[in-house]
Structures are given as structure tokens and as C-alpha cells.
């Protein structure tokens, strides 16, 4: 099983870097779709704070197994969400100006 405190420091530090990339992004085109860019920012904090509270809520009574897939699944949707994001963004700037 993964530590915990690395779990959280790899959340805080991709979630991160989604809304790092939001600003550069944001700031490179300075008034075009920042409200789509606006939401994947939202979206990328409510991401981390829903994994922060499956995290810190683990089941301490559970068995050995099934506290380790709990943070095996954490560590899935982690990654799904944050590709998630990061395709989104991609296409708000990869869409053809009109």
C-alpha cells in the first residue's frame, strides 16, 4: 500500500499542475473562453478535495485488502480525473476560432 502522505502529495501536486496550466493558458489568451477554462479550474479543485476526504475516510476496521484496493482506487480515479482535465483543457485550445 502506497503512504498515505505521498498519496495526498500526488494530488495536491497534479491537481496542481492542471491549474497551473490553466493560468499559462488563460494568460496566453487573455479573454477567450476563460469561463470553459474557469470551470475546469472548479472542477480540478472539487476533484481534490473529493480525493483529500476519500483519503483522510479510509475504513480503519476494514480488512487489510480492502483498505488497500480503497487507496488502489484512489490512486485510478486520481489518474482518470486529472487525464480528464487535462483533455479538456486540450480541447478548449485546439477548437478552431470562428
Known amino acids: 500500500m ?3 502522505r505521498k498519496l495526498k502529495k ?3 501536486s497534479q491537481v496542481y499542475e492542471v491549474i497551473s496550466d490553466c493560468f499559462t493558458w488563460t ?12 470551470g475546469i479550474i472548479s472542477d480540478a479543485v472539487n476533484l481534490r478535495n473529493e480525493l483529500i476526504n ?6 480503519p476496521s476494514a480488512d487489510p485488502k480492502g483498505v488497500k484496493a480503497h487507496y488502489q482506487l ?12 487535462f483533455g479538456r483543457l486540450s ?3 485546439t477548437k478552431k476560432k470562428k
Open 54 to 59: 476519500r483519503i483522510n475516510n479510509a475504513d
Open 27 to 38: 494568460e496566453l489568451n487573455q479573454g477567450k473562453k476563460s469561463e470553459v477554462v474557469d
Open 2 to 4: 502506497a503512504n498515505i
Open 74 to 85: 484512489i490512486g485510478k480515479d486520481l489518474a482518470s480525473g486529472i487525464d480528464s482535465l
Open 10 to 12: 500526488a494530488v495536491d
Open 91 to 93: 480541447s478548449v485550445s
